[in-house]
C-alpha cells in the first residue's frame, strides 16, 4: 500500500517504493519496505506516530494485491541503553479516511482535527486487525529517502492579495517543468470547492477552518498549476500555495562548460531532464510515471545520471526489478527491444560503478532472457519470429507507425540488439568464468553476422534494408501489424550495424555518410539519438557530424526543458538528456576504461570549439578535464583520481610537438593519479 507516514504532526516517510511491473501484468512478486531513521522527529515526552494508507491510487500502477494494509515496526533505544520495539499490531488503531471520496476528491470537513498529534482521542477508532504473509517476501529498499524540497513559485497570477471574497481561479506559475506534491493553504471559505488543475485534476471542498493539503500523488508541473474556487460565499484566505519538489538525493558532482553557450544550456537542461525522472524508479517522465516496463529509456537516464551525480543506486534496484518481472513474464515483455536494453544498463551499471556482485546476481536472468530471444530466429537467421518488434522509435517507416513494426522492418533492428545483448552476456559469462557459454555466444553471432549481412545488405544503395517481407509465421495483432512486400532502409538499422559491427568496418563511414545525407533531418527521434551518437562516434564520425545533431534539441523557454519527441509529446522526458551524456563522454572525453574507473580513459574531442573544461563523478573520485586552443597550441590539463591513459587529438597539427608535464611525450600517454598538463605544439 501507499502511506504517508507522520511523527508528531510531521510528515517523515512516503512510500513504499514502487514494487515494479510490466504494462501486461508481470511484476517483481515482491514488495519492499523503507528504512528511516526517526530519531530526530521524536521529542520529550508523549510523541504519536500516525500513517495514512491509500486503498485507492489515481496512478495506474500496482500498489495492493487486494487488500488494504500496513507494516511498521521501529526499535527505540532509551538514554540508558534499553531497547523497546513498536509494531503495528492490534493496539493500534485506525478509521476509515471519509475525507478521500475517491482519489481525486477530498472533503476536508470530514477529517477529524488534530488526528496527527499527540492528545488526539482516538478512543471512537476501531482496532486493527493483524494480517499475516500478505506481503511475502518483503525486500529492502537499498535507496534512501527522496529529497523534498519547496520549489518557490516564479509568480501567481489573477490572485489580488490573499482573500478571496467571490469565485474565481489563479494561476501558481514555475520557472520550469517540476516533478512535485502540490500543496494549499487555506483558511474559511466553509463549503466552497477548490479545484487543482495541472497533470491531474482535484477538487476539495472545505470546511472553513485552517486547513493544509498535499496532493498525495506526484505530478508533472509544466510548469504551472491553475486553482479555482466556486460556491464561495464566506472569505477565503490563501495562505500558502506551492509545490514540493522531489527527486533521488543528488550532488551536482558532474559539470560541463565550453565555448558554446548554447551547448552549455542543452547540459543543463538535460541534467534537470533525468533529475525529475529518478524517484524510487527511473519515471519515463513524472507525466506518464509509466511502471517498471521501460529500460530502454532508463538506458539513457543511468548514463546520464552518472556523468552529472555518480548516484548508482537507482540504476541498480531497478535492474534487480526489471529482472524480477522478466523472469515472471517468461522473458517478453511489453516493449520487446527494451528487455535486451535492461542487458545494457546492467553492464553500463559494472563499467561505472565496478559492481560486480550486482552482475553475478543477474547472471541466470541475462542467460535466460538470451535464451528466450534464440528462440525467435528464423529460417533467415536473424530474428524474424518475436512476438513483436516493439519499440523502434515515434517514427513513420514504409507507411507504418514504428512504435510496433511489422516483421518487414523490425527484424534488423531486433537483431541487431540481440547481437549486441549476447556479447554483452559473454562478459557476464566471463566473469563467471563459464566459458562453455562464451563459446556459445561467439558461435551464434557469427550466425547473426553472417546471416543479417546475406539477408539485409543491399550493395547496389551501400545500406541495409529493414527486413524481408512475409518471413515470420507469427500471426499479426494489435502489435505485430500485418506484413507489406515492401523494402525499407531505415537510419535505425543501418547505424546500428556500424555501432555493433555487424557491418564490416570499412563499410562504416561510407554507411553513415549516405544516412546522415538521405535526410536533410535525420528520420529518428530524440529517444533513438542515443545510438545515433554512438554510431557516429564509432565510425569516427563525431567530430564533422555529432555537433549538428546535438543543434535538433530545443529548449522550450517557459518549461526551461525538452519535448519528448522533436514536435510534440510530454515537457518531462527523460530520454531527451543524451546530449549531456556526449559533452561529457566525448568533448571532455572521459569513460572508464575499466569497470569503476580503476582505470581512466579521456580523448577528448574538439568539435569547432575553442574551450571546454567539467567534471566527471567516478567511484574513485572526480576526473577534471580542461582543455583550450591558442593558436597553433593545444593545453589540455588533467586531474585522475586514478590511473589514465589520455589521448589526445593531434589531426589539426601538423608537425605536432607533444609534451606531458613539460617533457616531450607520445599523443597517447599513461598517466598516475595527480594534476597533468599535455600541450600540444603544431601548425593549424
Known amino acids: 500500500m501507499k502511506y504517508r507516514l507522520y511523527v508528531n504532526g510531521r510528515l517523515v516517510s512516503r512510500g513504499p517504493v514502487d514494487i515494479g511491473m510490466d504494462f501486461t501484468g508481470g511484476c517483481t512478486r515482491r514488495w519492499f519496505y523503507d528504512s528511516r531513521d526517526l530519531t530526530p522527529f521524536f521529542r520529550k515526552g508523549v510523541n504519536v506516530i500516525a500513517v495514512e494508507v491509500f486503498a485507492q491510487w489515481h496512478l495506474g500502477f500496482t500498489v495492493s494485491r487486494g487488500k488494504p494494509g500496513f507494516l511498521f515496526e521501529a526499535e527505540l533505544t532509551a538514554p540508558g541503553g534499553e531497547k523497546t520495539t513498536v509494531t503495528s499490531d492490534g493496539s493500534w488503531r485506525g478509521a476509515p479516511a471519509g475525507q478521500f471520496v475517491d482519489p481525486v476528491t477530498w472533503d476536508m470537513g470530514k477529517e477529524p482535527a488534530g488526528w496527527r498529534e499527540a492528545g488526539f482521542d482516538d478512543k471512537a477508532w476501531p482496532a486493527c486487525r493483524e494480517i499475516e504473509n500478505l506481503w511475502e517476501p518483503l525486500i529492502p529498499s537499498e535507496m534512501p529517502p527522496l529529497m523534498e524540497v519547496r520549489y518557490p513559485p516564479l509568480r501567481i497570477e489573477g490572485l489580488s492579495g490573499r482573500t478571496m471574497t467571490a469565485d474565481g481561479s489563479f494561476t501558481v506559475v514555475f520557472d520550469r517543468v517540476l516533478s512535485a506534491y502540490q500543496t494549499l493553504k487555506v483558511k474559511g471559505g466553509r463549503g466552497a470547492r477548490v479545484t487543482l488543475k495541472a497533470l491531474h485534476t482535484v477538487t476539495l471542498t472545505l470546511d472553513g477552518g485552517e486547513r493544509h493539503f498535499e496532493l498525495p500523488f506526484?505530478?508533472?508541473?509544466?510548469?504551472?498549476?491553475?486553482?479555482?474556487?466556486?460556491?464561495?460565499?464566506?472569505?477565503?484566505?490563501?495562505?500558502?500555495?506551492?509545490?514540493?519538489?522531489?527527486?533521488?538525493?543528488?550532488?551536482?558532482?558532474?559539470?560541463?562548460?565550453?565555448s558554446d553557450e548554447f551547448l552549455n544550456r542543452i547540459w543543463n537542461v538535460s541534467r534537470w531532464a533525468v533529475q525529475v525522472c529518478l524517484q524510487t524508479h527511473h519515471l519515463d517522465s513524472p507525466n506518464h510515471q509509466e511502471p517498471i516496463s521501460d529500460p530502454g529509456d532508463y538506458v539513457i537516464e543511468a548514463m546520464a545520471n552518472y556523468y552529472a551525480f555518480g548516484q548508482p543506486w537507482l540504476a541498480r534496484q531497478d535492474v534487480r526489478k526489471f529482472a524480477w518481472v522478466l523472469k515472471d513474464v517468461k522473458y517478453h515483455n511489453f516493449h520487446t527491444s527494451y528487455s535486451l536494453g535492461w542487458l545494457q544498463m546492467l553492464l553500463d551499471c559494472y563499467d561505472f560503478s565496478g559492481d560486480r556482485a550486482l552482475v553475478e546476481e543477474m547472471a541466470p536472468y541475462a542467460h535466460e532472457l538470451l535464451d528466450t530471444y534464440a528462440t525467435w530466429r528464423g529460417k533467415n537467421g536473424i530474428i524474424s519470429e518475436a512476438p513483436n518488434y516493439m519499440f523502434m522509435d515515434w517514427v513513420t517507416i514504409g507507411g507504418f507507425e514504428c512504435h510496433h513494426p511489422p516483421a518487414v522492418i523490425g527484424q534488423g533492428y531486433i537483431s541487431a540488439f540481440y547481437y549486441n545483448a549476447m556479447g554483452l552476456a559473454s562478459r557476464v559469462a566471463a566473469l563467471m568464468g563459464d566459458n562453455s557459454r562464451v563459446q556459445a555466444y561467439a558461435a551464434r553471432r557469427r550466425e547473426i553476422a553472417e546471416a543479417f549481412n546475406r539477408e539485409l545488405w543491399n550493395e547496389a544503395k551501400g545500406l541495409y534494408r529493414d527486413g524481408k517481407p512475409f518471413q515470420?509465421?507469427?500471426?499479426?495483432?494489435?502489435?505485430?501489424?500485418?506484413?507489406?512486400?515492401?523494402?525499407?532502409?531505415?537510419?535505425?538499422?543501418?547505424?546500428?550495424?556500424?555501432?555493433?559491427?555487424?557491418?564490416?568496418k570499412e563499410r562504416h563511414k561510407a554507411i553513415v555518410e549516405r544516412v546522415l545525407?538521405?535526410?536533410?533531418?535525420?528520420?529518428?527521434?530524440?529517444?533513438?539519438?542515443?545510438?545515433?551518437?554512438?554510431?557516429?562516434?564509432?565510425?569516427?564520425?563525431?567530430?564533422?557530424?555529432?555537433?549538428?545533431?546535438?543543434?535538433?534539441?530545443?529548449?522550450?523557454?517557459?518549461?526551461?526543458?525538452?519535448?519528448?519527441?522533436?514536435?510534440?509529446?510530454?515537457?518531462?522526458?527523460?530520454?531527451?538528456?543524451?546530449?549531456?551524456?556526449?559533452?561529457?563522454?566525448?568533448?571532455?572525453?572521459?569513460?572508464?576504461?575499466?569497470?569503476?574507473?580503476?582505470?581512466?580513459?579521456?580523448?577528448?574531442?574538439?568539435?569547432?570549439?575553442?574551450?571546454?573544461?567539467?567534471?566527471?563523478?567516478?567511484?574513485?573520485?572526480?576526473?577534471?578535464?580542461?582543455?583550450?586552443?591558442?593558436?597553433?597550441?593545444?593545453?589540455?590539463?588533467?586531474?585522475?583520481?586514478?590511473?589514465?591513459?589520455?589521448?589526445?587529438?593531434?589531426?589539426?597539427?601538423?608537425?605536432?610537438?607533444?609534451?606531458?608535464?613539460?617533457?616531450?611525450?607520445?599523443?597517447?600517454?599513461?598517466?598516475?593519479?595527480?594534476?597533468?598538463?599535455?600541450?600540444?605544439?603544431?601548425?593549424?
Open 218 to 258: 506526484l505530478t508533472e508541473v509544466a510548469p504551472s498549476f491553475t486553482v479555482e474556487v466556486a460556491g464561495l460565499t464566506t472569505p477565503l484566505e490563501i495562505v500558502d500555495v506551492g509545490a514540493n519538489f522531489t527527486s533521488q538525493p543528488l550532488d551536482y558532482r558532474g559539470a560541463f562548460e565550453c
Open 472 to 504: 515470420t509465421s507469427v500471426a499479426p495483432y494489435q502489435w505485430l501489424p500485418e506484413d507489406k512486400d515492401i523494402e525499407t532502409f531505415s537510419p535505425h538499422v543501418n547505424l546500428l550495424a556500424v555501432l555493433y559491427d555487424l557491418a564490416p
Open 517 to 684: 545525407a538521405a535526410q536533410e533531418k535525420l528520420n529518428t527521434q530524440p529517444w533513438f539519438m542515443y545510438w545515433v551518437f554512438q554510431a557516429i562516434a564509432h565510425a569516427g564520425l563525431f567530430e564533422p557530424h555529432g555537433m549538428a545533431q546535438m543543434r535538433r534539441w530545443e529548449i522550450v523557454p517557459e518549461t526551461q526543458s525538452f519535448r519528448e519527441m522533436w514536435t510534440g509529446g510530454d515537457l518531462s522526458h527523460g530520454w531527451c538528456s543524451s546530449p549531456l551524456v556526449q559533452m561529457s563522454a566525448r568533448i571532455l572525453g572521459v569513460t572508464p576504461a575499466a569497470p569503476g574507473f580503476r582505470t581512466i580513459a579521456i580523448r577528448p574531442m574538439l568539435c569547432g570549439l575553442t574551450w571546454a573544461r567539467g567534471t566527471v563523478p567516478t567511484p574513485q573520485g572526480d576526473v577534471a578535464v580542461a582543455w583550450s586552443l591558442h593558436e597553433g597550441r593545444l593545453l589540455l590539463d588533467v586531474t585522475v583520481p586514478a590511473d589514465a591513459d589520455v589521448v589526445v587529438p593531434t589531426a589539426g597539427f601538423p608537425l605536432a610537438t607533444v609534451t606531458l608535464n613539460g617533457q616531450k611525450a607520445a599523443p597517447a600517454v599513461h598517466v598516475p593519479a595527480g594534476t597533468h598538463r599535455i600541450e600540444v605544439v603544431g601548425q593549424r
